[in-house]
């Protein structure tokens, strides 16, 4: 391979790595900003390793690291930098489609420990003091008040003892109020669905690069290794 054409593939990965790494931190700004402002975290404690502002800060933390790896082996024509950024990025890439493969195949497991978490938040909420537990019921009531629902499956969950975030309109806090009758169940699996949905797109993209990558990086590394580069 000529060295017109390596330049080419080298500048090439140099700007799909920096791309990809541009798209890493924004994803890492982006699932901060998530944990910061979502009210939902401490209602699904088994599903807090996969909560999409933690996948978001874990994902893009990772791509920023790796692709920092491909654009400084790529400039500097390193081969052992090349060699770090290869396997890196085959690992990465393998545990994202390892990933994909476990939201796939036990979707319906993790529906079930959802409910089941949310049905451990209400209990919880049910029967504290009016002065505990005080980050669930602020949580709980966000929630309610924010998707204008009221339980998990519905206002029967509550047992009569209704917090004022399912009341629909004024007056509340009375013996008699009116309530949403619709649980939050649905609502959040629909709201954690669209922005899994958001997050896999990102994803996708940033694997397709990756891929290209990877693809480019092999000719480059070995005409490195012919010409006995990258020992520096």
């Keep these: 391979m000529n060295r017109s054409c390596v330049n080419c593939l080298k500048t090439m990965m140099i700007h799909l790595n920096f791309l990809c790494w541009l798209c890493g931190a924004f994803v890492v700004a982006f699932g901060e900003f ?31 690291c790796v692709c920092y790896v491909g654009v400084l082996g790529g400039m500097k024509e390193n081969r052992c930098m090349l060699i770090s950024f290869f396997t890196l990025l085959f690992i990465l890439m393998l545990v994202e489609l390892a990933m994909a493969c476990v939201f796939l195949v036990y979707s319906r497991e993790i529906d079930t420990y959802f409910e089941k978490d949310l049905m451990r938040s209400l209990e919880i909420y049910r029967n504290s003091s009016p002065e505990g537990n005080k980050t669930i ?12 629902c009221c339980g998990v499956h519905g206002v029967a969950d509550w047992k ?9 309109k004024d007056p509340c806090n009375t013996h008699i109020q009116t309530n949403w009758e619709e649980g939050c169940l649905l609502k959040l699996r629909n709201w954690f669905a669209r922005n899994y949905l958001s997050t ?31 020992y520096q």
């Design 200 to 230: 896999g797109a990102g994803v996708v993209t940033m694997f397709i690069i990756q891929f290209i990558c990877l693809c480019i990086t092999i000719p480059i590394f070995c005409h490195f290794r012919q010409r006995g580069l990258g």
């Design 34 to 64: 998530q944990m910061m402002h979502s009210r939902f975290a401490s209602l699904v404690t088994t599903f807090w390793p996969i909560y999409p502002a933690n996948t978001l800060v874990v994902t893009g933390t990772i791509v920023t």
């Design 137 to 148: 019921k602020e949580d709980f009531d966000a929630v309610q008040h924010l998707f204008r």
């Design 160 to 168: 009569g003892n209704v917090p004022v975030s399912c009341c629909i």
